[in-house]
């Protein structure tokens, strides 16, 4: 199956295509895609994911996949949730959204959150969508640990690891990060087709 990753976002896309690259699922390069702007603003995970699937299956007539991810934290009533990447606003940076995250998280005792991430794959001519969804539950740091992986990578504990996603190699993040569990869910889903 030849494949469009619906995301403009390099960081995004180079994890989605290390999990997924297998024999049976051809990406096809970035540079070979025709990129489009998506306004996400979808109330869940998995509308955003969807909304983007079915923008670049449209606009490259080839099954797109698209991912919507985020951090749910407890104390903040689950945010920064959907507005994740624009947490501290339109234009911010990681840098900001995680000065944000430990200014809203200074003195709170519960530190605990999860990763979230709905996947949509559309394919063109067809009405259904291709859904998983993976999450990994984790702890908040109170400051940045570690310069691998992005977003709020720095400032995520993950028990299982036994370190930050920032510490992880890509490998170790992806065997139980909540991209990687969605990939993995929705490469069974397309098994059952």
Same mark, same amino acid.
């Given at each position: 199956m030849r494949l469009v990753i619906a995301s403009n976002n390099l960081r +995004?896309?180079?994890?989605?295509? #290390?999990?997924?690259?297998?024999?049976?699922?051809?990406?096809?390069?970035?540079?070979?895609?025709?990129?489009?702007e998506v306004v996400e603003d979808g109330d869940t995970f998995a509308a955003n994911a969807e909304k983007k699937a079915r923008a670049f299956a449209g606009a490259n007539g080839?099954?797109?996949? #698209?991912?919507?991810? %985020?951090?749910?934290?407890e104390a903040l009533g689950g945010a920064?949730?959907?507005y994740s990447s624009r947490y501290a606003g339109e234009t911010a940076s990681d840098a900001d959204n995680n000065d944000k995250l430990i200014r809203e998280m200074q003195g709170v005792k519960n530190r605990k959150a999860s990763f979230v991430c709905a996947l949509c794959l559309i394919i063109p001519g067809e009405n259904e969508a291709i859904t998983a969804e993976g999450h990994v539950d984790g702890l908040i740091l109170e400051v940045p640990d570690g310069v691998a992986?992005?977003?709020?990578?720095?400032?995520?504990?993950?028990?299982?690891?036994? +370190?930050?996603? #920032?510490?992880?190699?890509?490998?170790? +993040?992806?065997?139980?990060?909540?991209?990687?569990?969605?990939?993995?869910?929705?490469?069974?889903?397309? %098994? +059952?087709?």
């Open positions: +995004k896309r180079r994890e989605i295509e #290390a999990i997924l690259g297998t024999p049976r699922i051809n990406i096809v390069p970035a540079e070979q895609t025709r990129f489009i080839l099954p797109a996949l #698209a991912d919507d991810s %985020g951090l749910m934290v920064p949730g959907v992986g992005f977003g709020y990578d720095p400032l995520f504990y993950c028990p299982e690891l036994g +370190k930050s996603f #920032a510490r992880a190699t890509a490998e170790e +993040k992806a065997s139980v990060s909540h991209r990687g569990r969605a990939l993995r869910n929705m490469v069974e889903n397309l %098994g +059952k087709l």
